[in-house]
């Protein structure tokens, strides 16, 4: 049986973890592959898995997505070591043979209107790309999430000539901690949840 983490886990993950502005480091390859390898074991719809990562790294790699940004996140993400790109593949339904092969899932998807598929897709990138959050906090990695830049021109960037399109950016690496805003309110139970 699952047992719960420890409330020092919890806090890496959620409580004291942060988004950040500025960020310091080096992020391996290696660390990259590990990510992944974790952001991949999350559960998707039918195990669709739409979301696709390009991790921008190398300094050629970030004046490609540098023009592209809003102009107050262009600073923090050319210095960040990493910007991973979420995207998400209009065509993930190619892939269900393979991924969910106990029934035809590529059926269900085949053929269906481009804005059904562009549902699946973006919710199911953007499940994708909050596990990429979570993991690599859990990875000792500070993250800072954003949208803020031009998709269509990221998208005839990095994904010309594809079906993939991009949802959101993060930024990797060791956070500063000195940059970051004072946490803002979050909702309490009562106004967000309840119990039936």
């Not at 992944?36 to 998707?44: A, N, S």
């Not at 540098?66 to 892939?95: C, H, S, W």
């Not at 060791?174 to 309110?185: H, L």
Request: proline letters at 7%; aromatic letters at 10%; a negative charge.
């Amino acid at each position: 049986m699952p047992q719960p983490l420890s409330q020092e886990a919890l806090d890496q993950l959620f409580v004291t973890a942060r988004t950040h502005n500025r960020f310091t480091g080096e992020v391996s390859d290696e660390t990259l592959h590990r990510l992944y390898e974790l952001v991949k074991m999350g559960p998707t719809t039918a195990n669709t898995t739409p979301a696709r990562f390009v991790f921008v790294k190398s300094p050629e790699a970030k004046q490609r997505l540098a023009p592209f940004l809003d102009e107050g996140n262009r600073a923090k993400t050319v210095e960040a070591p990493v910007t991973a790109i979420v995207a998400y593949d209009m065509a993930f339904y190619e892939k269900l043979p393979y991924l969910f092969p106990h029934t035809d899932a590529k059926g269900w998807f085949d053929g269906k209107p481009e804005a059904h598929l562009e549902t699946v897709a973006l919710r199911n990138s953007s499940l994708q790309g909050a596990y990429l959050i979570l993991a690599a906090r859990a990875l000792g990695l500070d993250t800072g999430p954003m949208s803020g830049f031009d998709n269509a021109k990221v998208d005839a960037e990095f994904f010309a000539g594809t079906r993939i399109r991009s949802n959101f950016l993060v930024n990797l690496g060791t956070g500063d901690f000195s940059q970051v805003f004072p946490r803002s309110p979050r909702l309490p139970f009562d106004e967000a949840a309840q119990i039936l």
